[in-house]
């Protein structure tokens, strides 16, 4: 769950928490509430989670969706993003992003830099997608990751 500091934070992770569990007692999943909303899995996933805004129509069909009216305002509020609480996120599966991102993120930079010239890869024009690739000895997660291209300006 996100942590995001004081008051409002506090507030903001409880709400969330709240979300999720309704999600459960409705045997709702993520996926469903997106398809309710008209958006990616992955926008309405972060925005239940409290990382993420929704415009305010999709906020209305997700609040519903999930039966809550309270969680419209909640759903387009602009949130502090990626706020986790801690240098290294100690959940397993967050982890082992933040491995991946330390054992290869150089080579990315790298990687990108030689390829685009010096900037970054945007992560708010960003497209993700998951997928489940089946595999003999054990399915796969596949993860996409496109985001534009940003130069650094040299003036």
Do not use: C, N
């Amino acid at each position: 769950m996100t942590h995001q500091g004081g008051p409002a934070g506090a507030e903001r992770e409880a709400l969330a928490s709240k979300i999720i569990r309704k999600m459960k007692d409705k045997k709702l999943t993520f996926k469903a509430v997106a398809d309710k909303a008209g958006l990616s899995p992955f926008i309405v996933t972060a925005a239940l989670h409290g990382q993420m805004s929704l415009p305010p129509d999709a906020a209305k069909k997700a609040a519903k969706a999930l039966g809550m009216p309270e969680a419209e305002e909640f759903l387009t509020e602009v949130p502090s993003r990626g706020s986790l609480g801690q240098a290294a996120p100690t959940d397993p599966t967050i982890y082992r992003f933040y491995e991946i991102v330390q054992v290869y993120g150089t080579t990315l930079k790298a990687l990108i830099h030689e390829e685009f010239g010096d900037g970054i890869m945007s992560a708010i024009d960003f497209d993700l997608d998951l997928t489940r690739q089946p595999d003999p000895a054990g399915d796969r997660v596949k993860i996409v990751m496109t985001g534009k291209f940003l130069k650094y300006k040299k003036t």
